[in-house]
């Protein structure tokens, strides 16, 4: 009856409503958040919130994440509320959710690009499915859009919402600062606006708003320079400095990437340098589709810019890093909606100002449509995929440990890092021999020592020899033990290898003395 009264209504919404759209998309979502195996790169961060002492050693703790604060401030509120990581995929879901609503509802997309961009790779694979903090950038940037207009009377919402999108992750810290600077830049060149602005708004917004702003990324700079003993990606060392035209085609290879999801091997020249082409032949077609809109134009090249060079300089990433320069690409469009067409631009270029440029309207329309279905096929196959391979085998893996009655045990795990899904599906942590000591998340500092399967074993023997633990152990480990070890007696378990993530397989040992 009650699932009656609930239907009901929705079948009367018409199949062009943006509300059964999120509806959709939101039961899909559920469906699919509570079908995935979550990976470390997911649960190390849950633990991290749950498993600090206190205030102060999580924000130590999160220093030696690369990230801002943000995401780990939720994950601390939510596990107050329920201590199941559930609670974090509930959380995640409704942050894609809104972001997607805001898309529907406010932005100047038609209904079938904003159609296809929903059930792309991006909002609805890899933001969705994969709870961590990037999922913020698309709805940071999706709500200051949303309220960009509202520039004219104040700035301390969007300021407030670059201080949300900055303490985020580093790439969205990179959009925030390229949109901050578009608005300086507007307000500063743009007289009509500048005297409406002054005219309409509160003496002190601009003060509230440079505070905000110089709070927020201040915080979000400070918190993500490493300690001294930090030995991840986000240390301040291994900034690539020299010139190497096979990496610049590498570095636009992932701007290539964040369009059409294909990333070309570094090991072909053809590759690089055809999809280099492709992607700078897209920015240089957006670019001109700009030509009378300066400020999203701006936006546009800072943006991208910004992040094509930190990818250059520093890390090449991932596909939630370079999905970025997608959501850079829609904020522009999204925003040249705002404004009345100038020639300020094409006046300034005499090439531009006698050209005919009606072409680059057809064809920037065909290359943007062929982004939203190429975004398309990768959200829906990525999505399918996960419903059939799990992306990790912790999930199934934790299943078996409870369903056989092992979560008691005494558990040691390593390598620590591989660890963190199954420590936070159980609920327990294990004896680390990278830390010599118990524990749940892993930080790459603090003491902590890398080892090898031989040294992992010399200490369960050593402790078996002082009867530090019972008669036998629960080795876990997450590559397949190939030899035995002297004076202990092996005897292999069981063995989860379906995973995606090669490094998400687990192998579950018995060890006592001979």
């Known amino acids: 009856m009650l699932i009656k009264k609930f239907i009901h209504p929705i079948s009367k919404l018409p199949l062009n409503s943006p509300w059964l759209m999120m509806l959709i998309f939101a039961f899909i979502g559920l469906m699919g958040i509570l079908n995935h195996a979550m990976w470390r790169d997911e649960l190390n961060p849950w633990l991290i919130a749950k498993d600090s002492q206190s205030f102060s050693d999580l924000i130590s703790n999160i220093r030696y ?16 509320i329920a201590d199941t990581p559930i609670m974090m995929q509930l959380l995640h879901l409704s942050i894609t959710t809104t972001a997607v609503a805001i898309f529907w509802l406010c932005s100047p997309f038609n209904h079938l690009q904003k159609l296809l961009f929903t059930f792309g790779y991006f909002p609805f694979y890899e933001y969705l499915l994969i709870s961590r903090n990037y999922a913020f950038s698309f709805l940071f940037v999706f709500a200051f859009c949303a309220i960009f207009p509202f520039r004219k009377r104040n700035y301390w919402q969007l300021a407030v919402l670059l201080g949300l999108l900055a303490n985020s992750s580093a790439y969205a810290l990179f959009v925030s600062l390229a949109l901050c600077t578009t608005l300086v830049i507007e307000l500063c060149f743009d007289s009509e606006h500048r005297h409406q602005y002054f005219n309409q708004s509160n003496k002190y917004d601009l003060f509230i708003s440079s505070i905000i702003i110089i709070f927020a990324f201040g915080l979000a700079i400070n918190i993500m320079t490493p300690p001294a003993d930090s030995y991840l990606h986000g240390g301040l060392k291994g900034w690539f400095t020299e010139f190497d035209f096979r990496h610049l085609l590498r570095s636009f290879g992932r701007l290539f990437g964040g369009y059409f999801l294909i990333i070309p091997t570094h090991k072909r020249w053809l590759d ?79 090439f531009l100002k006698q050209r005919s440029w009606k072409f680059v309207d057809k064809w920037h329309y065909i290359a943007l449509m062929l982004i939203f279905y190429v975004q398309l096929l990768g959200g829906i196959g990525n999505f399918g995929r996960d419903l059939f391979i799990p992306f990790s085998a912790s999930k199934a893996t934790a299943n078996y440990i409870q369903e056989s009655r092992l979560e008691k045990e005494f558990i040691v795990a390593s390598r620590d890092a591989n660890m963190a899904a199954l420590s936070g599906y159980l609920h327990r942590k294990f004896y680390y021999p990278e830390l010599q000591n118990l524990g749940s998340f892993t930080i790459f500092g603090k003491g902590r020592k890398s080892v090898d399967k031989g040294e992992a074993l010399r200490q369960v023997s050593e402790m078996l020899n002082h009867g530090e633990a019972n008669k036998k152990i629960l080795l876990i480990l997450h590559e397949k033990l190939q030899s035995n070890y002297q004076g202990l007696q092996i005897n292999p378990v069981k063995s989860f290898e379906k995973a995606w993530v090669d490094t998400e397989r687990f192998y579950l040992y018995w060890v006592q003395k001979e």
């Open 272 to 350: 690089l340098i055809l999809c280099a082409g492709i992607s700078i032949f897209v920015f240089g077609l957006t670019g001109l589709k700009l030509r009378k809109k300066p400020i999203p134009l701006f936006f546009y090249t800072l943006g991208t810019g910004i992040i094509l060079a930190f990818t250059y300089l520093r890390f090449l990433g991932n596909p939630r890093h370079y999905g970025h320069f997608y959501l850079v690409l829609l904020a522009a469009l999204w925003l040249a909606s705002y404004y009345p067409d100038s020639e300020s631009v094409i006046n300034r270029i005499p």
């Open 65 to 80: 994440e690369g990230h801002p604060v943000l995401w780990y401030f939720c994950l601390a509120f939510v596990n107050k």
